[in-house]
């Protein structure tokens, strides 16, 4: 082979093809490929990833079309290939070796078609489906003459600048990233080993393909490669099902590629393996750094649009990984004679690159999120709690109680044994006992032999979002004082009346809002929080961050808790509220919304445990739940079926919005806990009384039933309540209908303590004088009747329900 140095740019026709076999057509259909190859890869991934975003958050009903998105992207690419490897010209080999990183994409193409967040089972099927081409890609260079040489003296110094260039990169992502799971980190490192051995292996490829067949040509410059890695890069970015990552790795796909052509020309005529070592060692690294410090779940919009979450961190990640991988390829663009020629000595190169690796690991353990932070098994044992067959007093306090120690005492029986068993291993895990289940911290081992225990039912997922290297920024709303002409949603359910004609306010009752948390300094509530001397034992839980005070960083409980008993904005204000935090960013999981209705069926100290530090009496009478814990938050549609049948048995209120995938019509309500029957599901109107488009509707039919769905409705839309920072705001959402109803609950069992804890009277009140439903229906609904899908038995009407409260004995 030629052994001259190759000049960048190096674009004469002659290397680019334009006098062989077809001159201008070939050059103008090459041209016209890559466009295309461009412009469906870039349709694709935003397309794609746009309709992840929609699937993930939920609230249209989307049917899951990502698998034939990717079989449409592959047959666009793939036809034009079949078309253009047939043509006579020097770009054959081009076409021909694309369709090694084609193939990969098509192999991975049923992982598409996977759950939406099932990135482990993805990221298997990636690892095989890479493994097969990889292979494929050996035995059809096995028929190519060997080019190998005894070239082999400078090149350690070249993998020493490989290591440099690499623990450049990973400082960034150590600072701003963090692991997932041990499992998630190994899948990632060998993805990416894999997808940079693939594309060593299809520039190989090209190149003894291009020798092969024009043996006297040169279209296998540095211009060419960098060309053919662009190309294989875009196919396997947008080919690759990992959800979320689309961006983040077709940058360094994209960008690695100066340099990926670079080390390829300069140790063209090495030994094989040294060669395809370093494109592989190049490209993969800089594939797996983003792939084992993001979670692409949580680049998902619906969680990280705030400011201060994930996607501001990996945009800046990316940024300084582009840069400097940007800077290292024209770097080798510039100096590629003397890389050639490289004579410097590599014990000095690996000190450097040694030092920087050191470093970035002190950066990691300083300022960095050190630790593993990747899902749990969230197990659930088949001993649950019949509470129908227990007889309990009648004495609401005496009642709770009773069904606190029943259920712990379940609880510590049916798990001891695991228990014993995760302790004689070490492994982490928690206990809950308002369901019979437990968090433990484990992988597919774990999770099998958890499933094969007889005393467990079923394991669900129970996703963790990654800790980030910031403090999420408080919010502050727009709004700086009250208005007094934003009521309009109090005088609709007719809570002024309440107070002036009978006397109600919410006195004696005491609220838990399990939410984003509260500012407890707020005008508007601070005289309502029952921790307002400071002491926040039994009155407040951070789960997320363990803060031992109350903050709010989103301002979704804030708004929701002043409308339940805000001074100035709330229905009931004389009441008084203790809270959990279960929400502090976007995506819950099943542990943590059911560690928040513990603290609040049975408050504990801060750092106490639920199991032996429980007060029952000290309890909210009502909970306020503004959330809904989707299948991609782990749930399925039984997993809070025991909570809410035991809050029911004990005398606690629950009153569950119903979401906000109304767009999609009816059957939209259809996540837990709203589709409970034990639960006072809420939709909400407008200031006209129409039922909000975003409103979800029943019936429910994610567990079968065809339950009537929401069952009450309540202002949602433009509601005027607290904010952080002491300031307002304005809101829409059914989790702003919700909060009506706990503060309506609040006043009936203010004005007529006799009704505390009697639920099902409770509920026949507020169906019987509600409000009849005069609006726009539902497409799906043809007739009003009483009750009817989605308008449940009208809006609430808060004096008509206190007065009926009043009069029972």
């Known amino acids: 082979m030629d052994n001259s140095v190759e000049n960048f740019p190096d674009t004469s026709s002659n290397d680019l093809g334009l006098t062989h076999n077809g001159g ?63 043509l006579p010209g020097i770009q054959r080999s081009f076409y021909r070796a694309l369709f090694l990183p ?15 967040t099932d990135f482990q089972t993805a990221a298997w099927i990636v690892i095989g489906s890479l493994g097969i081409v990889i292979w494929i890609g050996l035995r059809i260079l096995s028929r190519y003459p060997s080019t190998d040489s005894d070239i082999k003296t400078r090149f350690p110094s070249l993998f020493a600048i490989l290591w440099l260039i690499i623990g450049l990169a990973w400082i960034p992502y150590v600072l701003w990233g963090a692991f997932g799971s041990l499992l998630d980190l190994i899948l990632g490192l060998t993805i990416g080993a894999l997808l940079g051995w693939l594309m060593a292996l299809s520039l190989d490829l090209f190149v003894a393909k291009s020798r092969s067949a024009h043996s006297t040509a040169n279209f296998h410059t540095l211009f060419i490669k960098i060309l053919f890695v662009v190309s294989a890069g875009l196919i396997l970015s947008t080919c690759l099902p990992l959800v979320g990552y689309q961006f983040s790795l077709t940058l360094p796909l994209i960008i690695s590629a100066i340099g990926a052509a670079v080390i390829h020309s300069v140790m063209e005529n090495a030994v094989t393996s040294l060669r395809r070592g370093g494109v592989a060692l190049y490209v993969g690294a800089a594939i797996a750094l983003p792939l084992i410090f993001i979670d692409g779940d949580e680049l998902m919009l619906v969680i990280t649009s ?73 197990v659930i044992f088949r001993e649950q709690i019949n509470f129908d067959q227990q007889p309990l007093p009648l004495d609401p306090i005496e009642r709770r109680k009773i069904v606190y120690q029943m259920l712990v005492e379940n609880s510590e029986r049916t ?8 302790d004689r291993l070490r492994i982490d895990y928690r206990g809950y006992y308002l369901v019979n289940a437990m968090e433990v911290n484990g992988g597919p081992l774990i999770k099998f032999w958890l499933t094969s225990h007889p005393a467990v039912e079923r394991v669900l997922p129970s996703p963790h979002l990654r800790p980030l290297s910031q403090p999420l920024p408080a919010v502050k709303g727009n709004i700086q004082e009250v208005q007094p002409d934003q009521d309009w ?86 009441a008084e509220w203790i809270g959990c935090v279960n929400l502090a960013r976007n995506l819950g999981n099943p542990a943590v919304y059911l560690e928040c209705w513990q603290f609040l069926f049975a408050p504990f100290p801060q ?55 109304g767009y999609s019509g009816c059957g939209s309500v259809d996540a837990p806990p709203a589709i409970y029957e034990e639960v006072l599901t809420v939709g909400a109107v407008n200031r006209n009384g129409d039922l909000a488009g975003f409103s979800s509707i029943g019936p429910v039919i994610v567990d079968g039933s065809q339950r009537l769905k929401a069952e009450i409705l309540a202002p949602g839309e433009e509601i005027f309540s607290s904010y952080p920072n002491s300031s307002y705001e304005m809101a829409s959402g059914t989790s702003m209908a919700g909060p009506h109803l706990a503060g309506v609950v609040a006043l009936m069992w203010s004005a007529n303590p006799a009704l505390i804890g009697n639920v ?22 043809n007739a009003v009747t009483r009750p009817a899908q989605g308008i449940g038995y009208g809006i609430v009407d808060a004096f008509a329900a206190v007065q009926r409260a009043k009069e029972v004995r």
């Open 24 to 86: 201008c057509l070939q050059t103008a259909l090459f041209v016209f490929f890559l466009i295309w190859l461009g412009a469906i890869s870039l349709i694709a991934l935003v397309g794609i990833w746009l309709f992840e975003n929609l699937l993930f958050e939920g609230s249209l009903g989307l049917p899951d079309g990502r698998g034939w998105a990717g079989m449409g992207y592959l047959i666009l690419v793939a036809l034009p290939l079949a078309l253009l490897a047939w």
């Open 102 to 116: 084609t193939v990969a994409g098509l192999l991975m193409l049923p992982a598409r078609w996977l759950f939406l």
């Open 306 to 378: 705030t400011a201060g979450e994930l996607m501001g961190f990996a945009v800046r990640m990316a940024f300084l990984h582009g840069i400097l991988l940007l800077a290292a390829g024209i770097a080798g663009v510039v100096f590629i004679r003397k890389l050639r020629a490289l004579t410097l000595s590599s014990n000095r190169g690996y000190f450097a690159a040694a030092l920087i690796w050191v470093v970035g690991l002190a950066v990691y353990i300083i300022l960095g999120q050190p630790g593993f932070y990747g899902e749990q098994l969230f």
């Open 415 to 422: 798990q001891s044994d695991i228990r014993n068993q995760l």
């Open 489 to 574: 949603n109090l005088k609709m359910i007719r809570a002024p009346e309440v107070w002036s004609e009978l006397g109600a306010r919410g006195a004696g009752i005491v609220i838990g809002l399990a939410d984003s948390g509260a500012d407890w300094k707020h005008p508007q509530l601070y005289d309502q929080y029952r921790g307002k001397n400071g002491d926040h034992n039994y009155h407040w839980l951070d789960v997320w961050s363990g803060n031992p005070i109350p903050t709010d960083t989103s301002g979704h409980g804030t708004h929701t808790l002043g409308t339940i008993l805000g001074k100035d904005v709330g229905v009931a204000p004389d």
């Open 607 to 661: 750092g106490g445990n639920p199991f032996t530090d429980g007060r029952p009496e000290l309890g909210a009478h009502i909970f306020n739940n503004s959330w809904g814990c989707p299948e991609v938050e782990g749930c399925d549609a039984a997993v809070f079926l025991p909570a809410v049948r035991a809050l029911e048995a004990a005398g606690v209120f629950v009153v569950v919005s119903a979401g906000n995938s």
């Open 760 to 781: 099902d009277l409770t509920r026949h009140i507020i169906f019987d004088t509600a409000q009849p439903y005069q609006g726009v229906l539902p497409e799906c609904v």
